[in-house]
């Protein structure tokens, strides 16, 4: 069973512009929410995480909207570069529950120069 | 200071064969997870360790997968009679879990197993 749904599985965008990167999940137990960002070769590496007593969190250019009635949560990537070119996962987890990570399908990100 | 450790980072086998995998946690995390990342797909929860505690072998997708770890420190991921499905890239993850809010978990570059 899927407990999280990601959405779209591409994008492409041009230098400069807003990146957008939906997720929506089922179990209501959840509540902690990480985006992670894949090179190629590469591990995923932790880029923003939200807890959901909070319904927006900004780090530099990555802001993370979350929607507990709805249950989703999107990112945003502002003023789009060419080295944001990636692969992104957003996930889901219960701390009481070891924190074991469910994670969306990923969305590959081109951002043309 | 050193982040996580994988090895081998490709194995190349034959269907059957078993393979070990191995993962050396960031030192001083407690927590330790096993993850499965086919191509294409996110990644998938296999197992978690925390500390002494028994671990969670909820994700592991047949009795031909086992994973050890002694205390907080090296595990190895185990996989008897591999089948062609095995193959894809297997990551471990660490974190510390000694304070509330430490949910972080840093991923290492995964092994590649292909299976034959």
């Known amino acids: 069973q899927q407990q999280v749904k990601q959405s779209p599985q591409s994008l492409i965008v041009q230098k400069g512009g807003i990146s957008i990167i939906n997720c929506a999940y089922e179990n209501t137990a959840f509540d902690y929410f990480p985006w992670y960002q894949q090179f190629p070769g590469k591990g995923p590496a932790l880029l923003i995480a939200i807890r959901p007593d909070v319904s927006e969190k900004k780090e530099g250019r990555f802001t993370i909207s979350f929607n507990k009635s709805a249950k989703q949560f999107s990112l945003h990537i502002m003023d789009s570069q060419p080295g944001d070119s990636a692969t992104y996962f957003c996930?889901?987890?219960?701390?009481?529950?070891?924190?074991?990570?469910?994670f969306g399908e990923g969305t590959q990100l081109t951002v043309n120069p | 200071g050193a982040g996580v450790s994988q090895s081998p980072s490709n194995k190349v086998t034959e269907k059957g064969k078993d393979v070990e995998l191995r993962c050396d946690p960031i030192?001083?995390?407690?927590?330790l997870y096993w993850y499965r990342q086919r191509l294409g797909q996110g990644l998938e929860f296999l197992i978690y360790?925390?500390?002494?505690?028994?671990?969670?072998k909820s994700g592991l997708p047949s009795d031909r997968f086992s994973a050890e770890r002694t205390g907080e420190s090296v595990s190895t991921l185990t996989i008897q009679r591999t089948q062609q499905e095995d193959s894809a890239v297997y990551l471990c993850?660490?974190?510390?879990?000694?304070?509330?809010?430490?949910?972080?978990?840093?991923f290492g570059p995964g092994t590649r197993l292909l299976v034959l």
């Open positions: 993850a660490s974190s510390s879990r000694r304070l509330a809010g430490q949910e972080t978990q840093y």
């Open positions: 996930a889901a987890s219960i701390r009481t529950s070891g924190s074991r990570l469910t």
């Open positions: 030192s001083g995390h407690t927590a």
């Open positions: 360790f925390q500390g002494n505690s028994a671990p969670d």
